[in-house]
Nanobody, 120 residues
Framework: QVQLVESGGGLVQAGGSLRLSCAASGPTFSTNAMGWFRQAPGKEREFVAAINWSGGSISAQGRFTISRGSGGNTVYLQMNSLKPDDTAVYYC?????????????????WGQGTQVTVSS
């Protein structure tokens, strides 16, 4: 059974940093593209960043950096200079293929999400 489990969310002051983690269990994801999305209250879920097996990545936020653990089944999101507008539930997602994508519909597996709250 595929499972994605996020951790690392919490409450932080504006200007602070957080590091989110996503651990994938089940079939290996070491060669799959994985990504982070977020959803703020009353808004649609939006793309944050994605990474492939070789470390290639794309990011919608220059303040955020996505990386992958050496085993390939853990993905991290380092978030710096956080702003109140970054407040959202952050979701980890995985594709069935290695190609990067910013499209929510192209991700097949999703975690339950972790809350990030940035206070002003």
């Amino acid at each position: 059974q595929v499972q994605l489990v996020e951790s690392g969310g919490g409450l932080v002051q504006a200007g602070g940093s957080l590091r989110l983690s996503c651990a994938a269990s089940g079939p290996t994801f070491s060669t799959n593209a994985m990504g982070w999305f977020r959803q703020a209250p009353g808004k649609e879920r939006e793309f944050v960043a994605a990474i492939n097996w070789s470390g290639g990545s794309i990011s919608a936020q220059g303040r955020f950096t996505i990386s992958r653990g050496s085993g390939g089944n853990t993905v991290y999101l380092q978030m710096n200079s956080l702003k109140p507008d970054d407040t959202a539930v952050y979701y980890c997602a995985a594709r069935l293929v290695a190609v990067l994508s910013m499209r929510l519909s192209e991700y097949h597996y999703w975690g339950q999400g972790t809350q990030v709250t940035v206070s002003s």
